[in-house]
């Protein structure tokens, strides 16, 4: 289903139906992948609700994403946290899935924390290793499936988006200098692949997509991202690597969610340290964010 004029202006209505209930008024938002929930835990003084009783929004079927919106402060930063997304696989059309984002927006939200778990194709990426997106490819938007297909709404940005700078190049170098102080030697920076999910890839897919210039595959983030950007929402993508793709005919080791979750749980403390400090060093007002007040006036 593309959108229609009703659906956008359901934008507005959920956005007003939040803003009603919260006295928070969030600046920054954050997605939580597969296995990294616990980030959401870090909210303080949360409203939190539950995507089910939210007007408009999707509601998640993917087992390690809760399906909770949590509205609060992050290390002194003013939060929107989506514990739990939507993929493409479960059968929302883009439009949909990328819907919370448009709320965000509308929101006033000025930057996206989009986090994920991915496999990894580049051999020098071990288990366990967090990614930061340097860029993504879009292998759905290259084969004709992207958010922005159908009308396009000017309230929210140009027809023709650029991408070229999806990922904020402050953000990436913010990330490293948490990094390094955190003493993390698991970090690495490449680019991930999107594809529609939800099989994992066949080893003759993981080649051309290594082939490609990927470092990781994964089911998400990209469609968020492009909505974001279209909305003038500066992104940082965060990839954890929670297995490494088959790319050996010859073995009987195959990929599954379980060890995505397990490895999720193992790194959830390196990850939410990192976007806490992140957040915690952040200059807002670099971002365009000229009243830093956490609640409505
Ligand atoms: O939401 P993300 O992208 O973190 O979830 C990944 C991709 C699939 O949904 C799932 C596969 O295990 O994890």
Redesign the pocket.
Known sequence: MLPSRSMLNDIDTTTQWLLDRTRHRPKIAIIC????GQLAEMVEEADVFNYKDIPNFPVTT?V??KGRLLIGILNGKCCVCMQG?F?S?EGHHMYKLTFPVRVFAKMGIKLMFA????GSLNPSYNVGDLMIMRDHINLPGLTGLSPLVGLNDERFGARFVALSTAYERKLKTLAKEVAKNLGYNFIQEGVYMMQF??C?ETVAECKMARTMGADVM????VPEVTVARQCGIRCFGLSLV?NKCIIDENTDVV???EE??EIGRMRSKDTQNLVYAMTGALDLEEYGVTNNNHEKV
């Open positions: 992948g597969s296995g990294l993917v390690g994403h997304r993929h696989y986090t994920n778990a991915c999910g939800p994992f994964g089911m998400s983030t929670t990929a599954n969610h995505v979750l």
